[in-house]
C-alpha cells in the first residue's frame, strides 16, 4: 500500500515542519507513505524525514535537463533536494497549465533520465463521465502519457476522477472497482503488470477502509485530508489494516 500526500500549494512553512514532525512520529507496517511538499521546502522537508521511511517527491518538473526556463524545476534538481520520485499529470497541471499527454511523457522521460521514479495521474471530467466516456478517456491518458520503456519497478499511476478533487465527493465503489481493473488490465497488456494504482479524490479518514479494500486499489493519493496530521494518520492507519 502507498499512501501519498499531496499538499499542493499548502500549508505556510511554520505549520509545515509542525505536519512534517508528526508524520514522522508515526510507523505504519506495509504502508510506504511518500510526501509531495511544494518545490521550496524540499531540502528542508528532506532533512526531517531522514530516517523515517517516508518518501519525498516533486510535484511537477520540466521536460529538460537545464535550461533556460525561468520558474521550471529540473527533475535532476528535485533529486539533488533528496526527492526520489515526481508527480506527474496532474489534473490541475493539466487544466491550469495546458500540459498533454505528450507533454506528461515527455516529462515522465527526463525524471527516469534523472533517477526519479514517476507517480502519474490520469482521470476523467464530470462531462466524460455524464457522457459514459470516462473508460476511454482514462485508457488513452494512460497510453499516452507514460514514456516509451518505462520501468515497472519506477511508476505508480493515481486515478483521480476530475469532479471528486477537492469536492468532497467520491466515486462510488463499483465506479472506482471498475475503473482500476480496466487500468490495470491495460497495464499487464504494456507489459507493466502489478504496477500500483492508487486512487485519488476527497480520500478521508472515513472512507479511506471501504476504498482500500476495493480490488486493484493499490494506496491511495491525498490532497486536503493530508494537511491534518490526525487525518493522514488516520488514512495510513487503514492502509496498514487493508494490507
Ligand atoms: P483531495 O484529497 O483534496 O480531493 O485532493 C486529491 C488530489 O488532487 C491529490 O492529488
Redesign the pocket.
Known amino acids: 500500500m502507498i499512501i ?1 500526500a ?1 499538499w ?1 500549494m499548502n500549508p505556510p512553512l511554520a505549520d509545515a515542519g509542525q505536519l512534517v514532525s508528526a508524520y514522522t512520529q508515526t510507523n505504519f507496517d506495509g504502508v510506504q507513505r511518500v510526501l ?1 511538499p511544494p518545490h521550496p521546502y524540499l531540502v528542508h522537508m528532506a532533512m526531517r524525514l531522514e530516517g523515517s521511511g517516508i518518501l519525498l517527491g516533486g510535484q511537477d518538473c520540466h521536460q529538460s535537463a537545464a535550461g533556460a526556463f525561468t520558474g521550471d524545476v529540473a527533475a535532476g534538481m528535485l533529486r539533488e533536494c533528496g526527492a526520489s520520485m515526481v ?1 506527474l499529470g ?3 497541471r493539466r487544466a491550469g497549465h495546458g500540459e498533454s499527454d505528450e507533454l506528461v511523457a515527455a516529462k515522465a522521460s527526463a525524471a527516469l533520465e534523472a533517477g526519479l521514479s514517476t507517480m502519474i ?1 490520469i482521470g476523467e471530467s464530470l462531462d466524460e463521465r455524464e457522457r459514459g466516456r470516462a473508460e476511454e478517456v482514462v485508457s488513452r491518458q494512460l497510453d499516452k502519457s507514460l514514456p516509451d520503456g518505462v520501468p515497472a519497478d519506477r511508476l505508480v499511476i ?1 486515478y ?1 476522477p476530475v469532479w ?5 465527493k467520491v466515486a462510488s465503489e463499483t465506479e472506482i472497482g471498475a475503473m482500476h481493473q480496466s487500468v490495470s488490465r491495460q497495464l499487464a497488456e504494456l507489459g507493466l503488470g502489478g504496477v500500483p494504482i492508487l486512487y ?5 479518514p472515513d472512507n479511506a477502509a471501504s476504498i482500500l479494500a476495493i480490488d486493484d486499489v493499490g494506496g491511495a ?6 494537511l491534518k496530521a490526525d487525518d493522514f494518520a488516520a488514512i495510513c492507519a487503514a492502509a496498514e489494516l487493508a494490507v
Not at 164 to 168: E, H
Not at 200 to 204: A, D, E, L, P
Not at 221 to 226: E, R
Open positions: 501519498a499531496n499542493k509531495f508527480l496532474h489534473s490541475e495521474c493515481a483521480e471528486a478533487i477537492g469536492t468532497g485519488g479524490g476527497s480520500v478521508k493519493l491525498v490532497g486536503g485530508a493530508s
